[in-house]
């Protein structure tokens, strides 16, 4: 059963590049690797997805190895406005999303 | 609108009361979710319609939810009966055809029931 494991919480201080790695067990062949970013008081928001390598965009990189049982959501340079929860997801039989409780980011001046 | 629309934002309900919860998603997304969220916890599936059928109900807790997306778009969650338990956020999230398998689903900003 595919199922997704990443920390409760990391701490950061403002500028630093925070890293974050979720482990993918039993991730299928063909499911993509995403990530959410939430705010408090909001829904979840897509930042990023990737199926292996590297993706980068705007708002950050990820970096997934060849044997995918892992991905890292790296964040260049954070600021405060970066502090959130970060949700790594993973596809059940076809297209249910199933999340956990993902991790708790706080950015620190 | 630009973004999935979720009306009301905030509704507050007595116990054994019944409740409706609309979600507009995005022009021209076909794939339609219903997540429930508690204070600390990770969104939890409730379910998802391909079009207008449900394609997948099996998070819905019990036979006092029901939801239904009669014309392919707007949305209704249904809840009967309402328990103090029934308190959460809850979400919707719509997916453009062919992205729903890749995960990519553009959430609404929730809304928040309490029952009382």
């Known amino acids: 059963l595919a199922k997704t494991t990443q920390p409760i919480s990391m701490d950061s201080y403002e500028g630093q590049e925070v890293n974050i790695t979720c482990s993918h067990n039993n991730i299928a062949t063909n499911d993509y690797i995403t990530w959410y970013q939430q705010f408090p008081s909001q829904g979840p928001r897509f930042i990023i997805q990737g199926y292996k390598t590297k993706v980068t965009n705007e708002v950050a990189s990820l970096f997934i190895p060849a044997d995918r049982k892992s991905s890292t959501l790296s964040l260049p340079r954070v600021s405060l406005s970066d502090t959130a929860v970060y949700y790594c997801?993973?596809?059940?039989?076809?297209?249910?999303?199933?999340f956990g409780a993902g991790t708790i980011l706080r950015v620190k001046s | 609108g630009a973004g999935v629309s979720q009306t009301p934002s905030n509704k507050v309900t007595e116990k054994g009361k019944y409740v409706e919860l609309r979600c507009d998603p995005i022009?021209?997304?076909?794939?339609l979710y219903w997540y429930r969220q508690s204070l600390g916890q990770g969104p939890e599936f409730l379910i998802y319609f391909q079009g207008t059928g449900a394609a997948d109900d099996s998070g819905l807790p019990n036979d006092r939810f029901f939801a239904v997306r009669p014309e392919g778009s707007v949305s209704t969650l249904k809840i009967q009966r309402t328990e103090r338990g029934d308190s959460a956020v809850y979400l919707c999230?719509?997916?453009?055809?062919?992205?729903?398998?890749?995960?990519?689903?553009?959430f609404g900003e929730g809304s928040r029931l309490t029952v009382l």
């Open positions: 999230a719509s997916s453009a055809p062919g992205q729903a398998g890749t995960g990519e689903l553009f």
């Open positions: 022009s021209g997304h076909t794939a």
């Open positions: 997801p993973y596809m059940e039989y076809g297209n249910k999303l199933v």
